[in-house]
Structures are given as C-alpha cells and as structure tokens.
C-alpha cells in the first residue's frame, strides 16, 4: 500500500477529528505514482512530505520544476500549527531539466554512503515538465517514454539501495519510499488513462497509482463553495488480498474524496 499518502489520509479525515493514529499503517516498498492535475498533484505531495517529515521524523527529497517559495493556499489552514523544525527535514531542490534530475536522483547513492542518514522518502513533483522539456532528445512520444522508464528505473534502484543502508544503520527508517506526480496530456482526462503511452511505461515501475479527478459538479460556481476531488488507489501494491482483510480498516480503503473547505483547508473522506 502507499503508506505515507494513507497517513495524510487518515490524519485530515474529516469525520475522526484529525487522528494520529497511524501505528497500524505498515510500512511498504511500493512507490506511487500521483495521476491529475498538477496544481492538485502539487498540494498533495507537499502535504505528504510535511506528514512524512513531521509525523514520522523521516527525511525527504523533494524535487521540482517549480520553485516553493510558500505553502499553496489550499495548504496554508491545514498546515497553520506547522513547526519550522519539521521543515528542515524537508530538503527542495530544484532541477530544471531532465538530465539534471537524473544527476540529483543519481546522487542519493553517494549520499547514502556518506555519514548522513539518507531520505527515507524521494518526491518528484511533475515528471510530466521533465519528460516534455529540454533534454527530451527525439521529440515525440518514443523519446518521451524512453525517457519516463530511463527516470522510473533509477528512482527504483536508488530507492532500493537507500532501503538497504537504511536497514544497515537505522531500521526504524526504512524503507525509502518514492511518490512522483504526472500530469496527463489526454484530452478530458486530468487522471490520465490507458490511452497515454507514457502514462503507460509509468505505470509498469510504480506499484500504485492514486488518481485525482475533479468533481465538476461540486466545483465552486460561487464564493464559499469547496472543491472536491475523487481519490482512486489502484495498481500492483493494492492487493484484493489487503483489500479484503478488513473492509472497514481505512488504511486499506482504494477510494477516497479530497474536499477544499470554502477556508481553504484540505479534508479527505473515504468513499
């Protein structure tokens, strides 16, 4: 399962109060791949590694196109009571092209080597800038797919050798998780779908993927009213095994609705 996005799910439940209890969620291997718009993509990788950082005391690379000079709005009433102290186990960077993500992913493995702890969690906010920019030789879908399986591979490798020195040196800390961000270029769908070719080569390196389509008919037509985002877990990691183990357990739930209360703060209920 994603466990840290099923963390940040359960803690801004709407109907259990903000609960932390979160000692059930078994740690997993499985990387994420987050699938929709890409404002929304952004607000909940950024709440994943504020969760990931501040509930867990894990640390986190987060890398992005887009330079963080606050909190998104949506973020900013459910984020008020953030300590700065969580936030410097929050490392951004900020690679501008593709082969200068790969250099910085690349990286970790000396870092991992090195007497610091490495990240027990990697975010890669919107492949889709990385795959379509400069340093995308070809141009076309076939350059753009070889290069989404290029970036995929090397964050599974390096995830998984950063698992392995963290299981050396602090077992509590493992493993290093991966959640990346795609936007779509299919027409109507925000979510993507099979139709996409790289979306596709994505989905064969990240075991889960968790949608995010937009709730049109609940879009704000006026001031106060709040947005609403359907959530869909799906994917290799969600088994009907975990599924079927326990119906009521949240932590197994594949369906979820983001809501954006008219303050601007960030709710999630299970479906």
Not at 209 to 222: E, K
């Amino acid at each position: 399962m994603a466990d840290i996005l099923t963390l940040v799910f359960r803690i801004f439940n709407q109907h259990n109060g903000k609960t932390k209890d979160f000692k059930s969620i078994a740690p997993s291997k499985c990387s994420t791949l987050v699938v929709g718009d890409s404002s929304i993509n952004r607000s909940l990788l950024i709440l994943a590694a504020v969760t990931a950082a501040s509930e867990l005391g894990l640390k986190v690379s987060f890398f992005t196109q887009v330079q963080i000079q606050s909190l998104p709005g949506s973020l900013q009433e459910s984020l008020s009571n953030l300590s700065p102290d969580n936030l410097k186990k929050i490392k951004f960077s900020y690679p501008r092209s593709l082969e200068d993500l790969l250099q910085d992913v690349a990286s970790l493995h000396e870092s991992a080597s090195g007497s610091a702890a490495p990240p027990s969690l990697i975010i890669v906010d919107g492949l889709e800038g990385y795959l379509r920019g400069p340093g995308v030789s070809g141009g076309l879908q076939l350059a753009e797919q070889s290069s989404a399986a290029h970036i995929s591979a090397l964050l599974y490798d390096t995830a998984a050798f950063v698992t392995q020195t963290l299981e050396e040196r602090a077992a509590s800390l493992a493993p290093c998780r991966v959640i990346a961000s795609f936007q779509s270029e299919c027409e109507g769908h925000a979510g993507g779908d099979s139709s996409d070719p790289v979306l596709s080569v994505l989905d064969r390196y990240f075991q889960v993927r968790c949608t995010l389509d937009q709730d049109w008919n609940s879009a704000p037509a006026v001031a106060g009213s709040q947005d609403t985002w359907h959530v869909y877990l799906s994917g290799a990691g969600i088994t009907e095994d975990s599924i079927a183990k326990d119906e009521e357990d949240s932590s197994l739930a594949r369906e979820w609705r983001l809501i954006i209360c008219p303050n601007r703060s960030i709710e999630f209920t299970m479906v």
